[in-house]
């Protein structure tokens, strides 16, 4: 039985590959003449910024798991850091929160804290790249200003709409008023009690917030250090598109940073499974106003595999090893040998 269960679980990520490999069959192409284009130092330097933000990310679980977990070790954390990225492609966004709380939930952190955990890092993630995203846009206000000042209302209204969220995420995760203020919306709207099923999971999911939270709030270091780890951690991710033009000298590194961090803040306003397309479109057109046009398609591309399917392959690869090697060792095992 284990036997079965083990190769139905092989079986079930050789089939999430081919669903994404037929879901973005029209991109191929270009992804690949993209890396033909490229030089393998290039593509090696991309490599290594994505590797370097998901060893941070794990650092980070790491460091928050620890406090629920003392025997949580930083390897399992590397491991759910890629092993989140093939799920986050793979269901396009929506099994990635699912996949660490269960991880985690196998790894001594129980479920209810797994979940809190998760829900706090993703809050402290958000509001991280609201903060980079205002800070080095001030650190760069002459060159922002100068290319996007046409775009100034549109761009305050991203900034305001990333705020409020921002804001409302913190409030979730440090008011508990604001969590009964939730409950009583959710129970006023549901007069004919046909969603009670949904409010009980609500009601239980905020006390599990309200626990989690409770304990890692004593822990002000441990969030504090959250938040530097997460900056250190974008820059990796940012600073690709100079990476990209770095031999060309089109774009300096503090013009990476705010120009791909506004991106990605502003596209994270736009409800799109995992932000794929909104990201996508805002990049180009923000690049586009620095280079030309292709160039921009170009670097925006590059950006969307070292972020998104080169994460997918080495959690794919990270799976299909560690299921093989459970395996073999299991029949080992029962063999003797």
């Known amino acids: 039985m284990k036997n079965k269960r083990s190769w139905a679980k092989i079986i079930l990520v050789i089939v999430l590959v081919c669903v994404i490999i037929y879901t973005f069959r029209g991109s191929w192409k270009s992804i690949l003449q993209q890396i033909a284009d490229t030089s393998p130092q290039i593509l090696a330097l991309i490599a290594s910024a994505t590797v370097i933000y ?13 406090l629920y977990c003392p025997s949580f070790r930083y390897r399992n954390a590397v491991y759910n850091a890629f092993y989140c990225s093939f799920y986050r492609l793979s269901t ?16 001594g952190v129980g479920y209810a804290e797994a979940t809190g955990l998760y829900t706090v890092q993703y809050i402290i993630h958000k509001v991280s790249v609201a903060i980079f995203s205002g800070v080095s846009f001030l650190l760069n206000w002459r060159i922002m200003a100068s290319h996007y000042k046409n775009y100034a209302v549109y761009l305050i209204l991203a900034y305001i709409l990333t705020a409020v969220i921002c804001f409302l995420l913190v409030l979730l995760l440090i008011y508990p008023r604001f969590h009964r203020i939730i409950l009583a919306f959710a129970r006023k709207i549901n007069r004919s009690h046909k969603h009670d099923g949904l409010i009980k999971k609500l009601e239980d999911s905020i ?5 989690s939270s409770g304990r890692l709030m ?3 270091g441990t969030l504090s250090a959250c938040i530097l780890k ?5 820059c990796a991710w940012y600073s690709i598109p100079f990476l990209i033009l770095y031999t060309t000298g089109e774009i300096s590194f503090l013009s990476s940073l705010s120009i791909t961090s506004l991106s990605v803040m502003t596209a994270g306003v736009i409800p799109t499974p995992a932000g794929i397309g ?6 180009t057109g923000l690049f586009s106003l620095m280079m030309d046009v292709h160039k921009a398609t170009a670097v925006t591309l590059l950006y969307r595999i070292a972020t998104f399917i080169l994460p997918f392959v080495i959690g ?16 080992r095992r029962r063999t003797g040998c």
């Open 278 to 283: 909104s990201t996508e479109l805002i990049m």
């Open 207 to 211: 006390v599990i917030l309200e626990n």
């Open 92 to 107: 396009l966004g929506s099994g990635s929160g699912v996949a660490a709380i269960v991880y985690l939930g196998r790894h």
């Open 316 to 331: 794919a690869g990270m799976i299909l090893g560690n299921r093989i090697y459970r395996r073999v060792t299991e029949q």
């Open 54 to 66: 998901h060893l941070i990310e794990a650092w980070i679980t790491y460091s928050l798991a620890r």
């Open 218 to 220: 004593k822990n002000k």
């Open 230 to 234: 997460n900056m250190l951690k974008l």
